[in-house]
Every structure is written in C-alpha cells, then in structure tokens.
C-alpha cells in the first residue's frame, strides 16, 4: 500500500489547479513499483505508446516507440517515456489508489519514465494537472510562473518553449513529489539514474463537451426541435439579435436536459485517451461459471485504466469506458462497490451475486473484458 503524506482537504484548496507544490518525503520509504528492465520490456510492445527523448545541445529529439535498442542512446542524456503503465502493468494499482482523492474521471494515466545522467525532455507547458513522484535516482527540477512563454527558438512546430526563470528549483529524491498545474512551465534535468511517475489529470476543453454532445444527439437522433421565429428582421440581410438570442435559447433549452448532459458527461468522461488491455475471456461467462469460481474463492478484478462513472443524480446508470450499463434494478450499495473497487474480494463478490441483476452486470463485464477473475 501507499500512503500519501498529505492533507488533502489543504492540499485541494489551497493549490489544486491553482499554484505548483513541492511535497518533501510525499511517500516515506518510497519503492518503486516496476524496474526499468519491466519499463523497458512495456517499451517494446506496439500497442503501448513509448518514446526516447535524447538531449543533444540545447535541442531534444524524439525517437517513437516501439524502442528494442537502447545501445544507439549511449550511456547519458537519454529520457525513456511510456505512457499509461497503468493499463498494462497491474502491480502499479496500489501507486494509482493513493491519488483517488481526485476524481477517477479526471484521472489520464500514468507515464513512467526512466532517465539517465543529463536526460530530460526541455522545458514545456501542459494543459493538465500533473504530480511528478520520484522514484529511485534523483532529478533536478525547475518550475516557472505561469504566463505566456514564445516556443523555443521561434519554432512554431515545437511542443518546447524558451528558458524561463524558475519560481520553484529544487531536487527530487526517492518518495518527492512535485505538483505542477494546467499552464506553468516546467523542465527536469536527471543528476543519477532515475525512474519517475507522472500521473496527468485531464478536464474537457468547450470544443470536447459540444462534440460528445454533438456525437449524443445524432446517436440518439434527438434535438431535431427547430427554430420559430416570432418577428424577422427588417433588413433581408440581418439575423436580428432577437433570433440570435432565441436560436440560443433553443440550444439552451436542449443542455438544460440532464437526460441529455448527463449523458454526454457519463459517457465522455468515462472514456479513455489511451488503449485498454482488454481482458476478453476465450469462452464467454455464463452465471454458472461465475458461481462456480466464486465457490473457489475467485475475486473479480477491474482492467488497468478502466474507467467506472456513476453521475450525481442519475442513479439508473454506470458509465463504462464510454458505455452505458443499466443499474436501476441494483441496491446503491452494489453501485458503490461496482463503481469503486479496483478488486471486488471473493466475500463482496459472493454477496453480490446473491441478486440477479448484480450478477448478470459482472458477467456481461466479465465478457466485454473489462473485468477479469483473479
Ligand atoms: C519528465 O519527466 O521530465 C517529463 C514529465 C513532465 O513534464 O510531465
Ligand atoms: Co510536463
């Protein structure tokens, strides 16, 4: 288990989206969940996205994944990166528990790096809420205010921006952590040999919310309520403000339905930008294998990454993976298992089971691959 050494309500109010924290001995005794010989053999895969930033004079370049060759970097200035190490490395969950005081729709993923001496990827800016936690080694750290900064070099093309002066300087060492908001700049340059733990948080821009609900009403092949006019403008080439205010009201009328925006949030924010490892089993489950192995002392365990949504005031439905499952006919207290255990334990399993319902919606997760018995 990992314990975070903070206070979170604090922590949530005073610097969450707002200011970047340095967090001293965040996790005391600090072991890190994977080698790098395991990042490495992630790395080699073509379904997981990886890449090799090499540091060469005031410049950084990437080299794609899938990396089998680690020779052509040499012995320094070399960042590998492999993004959602969540999704295919199981023994991380425990890491990932310890950030579930921000909401699971929030969370993005896990990317894992591995440097060596001098290695980094340049100085950048994100558009999400990132804590970097340090594992073994120890990396050089310099944050900047947030403001707007020119890309480097006058590059438009370039994700990297100019040298920036830092608000914040300092040295990560093994369970340091630094939390750095949407918008403030920030680069690392690695002193010894280091593995290190970026966890992004993710929220909706405008354009991503109106095209899950563009995507939701031709789905359902719903808003199809058009515009009446109550006068026309005098002049033929006018849309008046009065139909421009109205044709709003239209639009407003239709995102006040929270049949309909809560449909779009459950389902938008319950996606995943990254690949699932899919566990589908060879022969699908019936109810009468699932009694069998929870008579055998089966857990039911929940994929890497998979994201499991209930929305406030809607309590017929769960969101999965962009999918919805009906749960009216559930107790609440099957909801809240379902929606929040990462493991549903043989003994909450069984007990699960004795309804129906409860068991028909493991089973059909089971299937999908979404769950998979442990
Ligand atoms: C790094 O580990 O150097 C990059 C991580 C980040 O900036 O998010
Ligand atoms: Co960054």
Redesign the pocket.
């Known amino acids: 288990m990992y314990k975070l050494n903070i206070n979170t309500d604090e922590f949530l109010s005073k610097h969450w989206q707002q200011s970047p924290l340095v967090i001293k001995g965040a996790f005391s005794d600090f072991v890190d969940p994977i080698s790098a010989d395991e990042l490495a053999g992630l790395a080699c895969e073509e379904e997981i996205s990886s890449r090799v930033?090499v540091t060469q004079e005031n410049d950084w370049k990437t080299v794609q994944g899938p990396i089998d060759d680690y020779n052509q970097f040499g012995e320094s200035h070399w960042?590998l990166?492999v993004q959602a190490v969540n999704h295919w490395f199981p023994d991380v969950a425990p890491l990932i528990q310890a950030f579930r005081f921000i909401p699971d729709w929030r969370f993005d993923d896990l990317?894992v790096?591995f440097?060596t001496a001098g290695?980094?990827?340049g100085p950048?800016i994100?558009n999400y809420d990132?804590f970097?936690l340090q594992g073994e080694g120890s990396?050089h750290w310099k944050v900047g205010e947030k403001k707007q900064y020119q890309p480097r070099g006058g590059d438009e093309n370039t994700a990297l921006i100019d040298d920036f002066d830092p608000i914040i300087d300092v040295i990560l060492e093994a369970g340091d952590m630094l939390y750095?908001p949407p918008g403030f700049p920030?680069?690392?340059n690695?002193l010894t040999t280091a593995l290190?733990y970026?966890f992004?948080f993710r929220a909706p821009s405008q354009q991503e919310l109106f095209s899950g609900i563009a995507d939701h009403l031709i789905d359902s092949n719903t808003g199809l309520k058009r515009f009446i006019s109550t006068t026309e403008p005098t002049s033929p080439s006018h849309i008046s403000i009065e139909q421009q205010q109205d044709m709003l009201t239209l639009l407003n009328e239709l995102l006040q339905k929270p049949k309909h925006y809560q449909t779009v949030l459950g389902q938008l924010l319950s996606q995943n930008r990254f690949e699932l490892d899919l566990c589908e089993p060879d022969n699908t489950y019936t109810q009468d294998d699932l009694l069998q192995s929870l008579s055998e002392g089966a857990e039911i365990h929940r994929i890497g990454g998979l994201k499991v949504i209930s929305v406030e005031g809607d309590n017929k439905r769960i969101f999965i993976n962009g999918e919805v499952f009906d749960s009216q006919d559930l107790e609440s207290s099957a909801v809240n298992t379902i929606t929040n255990a990462f493991i549903i334990d043989n003994i909450l399993a069984s007990q699960l089971c004795k309804s129906n319902h409860t068991c028909n919606l493991l089973i059909s997760l089971l299937n999908k691959g979404y769950y998979y018995l442990g």
């Open positions: 930033i960042q990166l990317m790096s440097a290695g980094g990827v950048h994100d990132v970097l990396r750095i920030h680069c690392a690695t290190s970026s992004g």
